[in-house]
């Protein structure tokens, strides 16, 4: 089964702290991973694609296949950094959709 | 670069009644777009993938007879929810998909759809 779990709906952290934004998925085949965020009454926006390597705003994103693992981090949080990310694995089959997690809300206290 | 639009950004309508919501690709042509809705606080459920000219791919559990998706052009698609009610009221949200072969979407800025 095709499954993206990102484990917390919630997440708080303090100004300057580090970030873990947890993404796990189930997948048969090489998965293609990607990172959304949505900022208060915004579009979701891409972040982050695995293929890519890069860092955006301080984030990073590595895959990890033995933990099946797509976990995004950032060193020092910032109070512009809260808001909703969503971990997304493209869905190889059919019509190459994406399959969204639920979600973490990042809010970052001052 | 790669813009999408939704209109209208939100609607009212009774309840009974048909609403049309359009997704435009601005800066570049779309063969494919999905369409999803988005609970309060809550991830992006996928609806159905459209793509240009042929019949809309709906997801397990959504009614295509509800929820009517046209791909008329590539950078044009639209959903029209019929005979609506009030547990379809929602946020909508459309994504592009553009031809130069990138899986990425581009995502609109949502419909919020209220059904009294």
């Known amino acids: 089964a095709q499954r993206v779990t990102q484990p917390e709906k919630l997440l708080s952290v303090f100004k300057g702290a580090p970030v873990e934004l947890k993404c796990n998925y189930s997948?048969?085949?090489?998965?293609?991973l990607f990172w959304y965020v949505q900022y208060s009454r915004q579009r979701l926006q891409l972040l982050l694609r695995?293929?890519s390597r890069e860092s955006i705003k301080g984030f990073t994103a590595d895959l990890n296949k033995g933990e099946t693992s797509f976990h995004l981090k950032k060193p020092f949080a910032q109070e512009e950094d809260s808001a909703m990310y969503y971990c997304a694995l493209l869905s190889l089959s059919g019509t190459y959709k994406y399959i969204f997690g639920t979600g973490t809300r990042l809010k970052v206290l001052a | 670069g790669a813009v999408v639009s939704q209109h209208p950004s939100w609607v009212i309508c009774k309840s009974g009644t048909s609403v049309k919501i359009e997704c435009r690709s601005l800066?570049?042509?779309?063969?494919?777009m999905f369409w999803y809705r988005q609970f309060p606080k809550q991830s992006l459920m996928l609806m159905a993938t459209?793509?240009?000219?042929?019949?809309?791919?709906?997801e397990q559990g959504v009614e295509k007879d509800k929820f009517l998706i046209n791909h008329a052009s590539l950078t044009l698609s639209t959903l029209t929810v019929t005979s609506a009610h009030p547990e379809d009221s929602s946020f909508y949200i459309c994504?592009?998909?553009?031809?130069?072969?990138?899986?990425?979407?581009?995502f609109g800025p949502g419909t919020r759809l209220t059904v009294t």
């Open positions: 800066d570049f042509q779309a063969t494919t």
């Open positions: 997948y048969s085949g090489s998965p293609e």
């Open positions: 695995h293929i």
């Open positions: 459209s793509n240009e000219g042929s019949k809309a791919t709906y």
């Open positions: 994504s592009a998909r553009d031809r130069s072969g990138s899986y990425e979407q581009y």
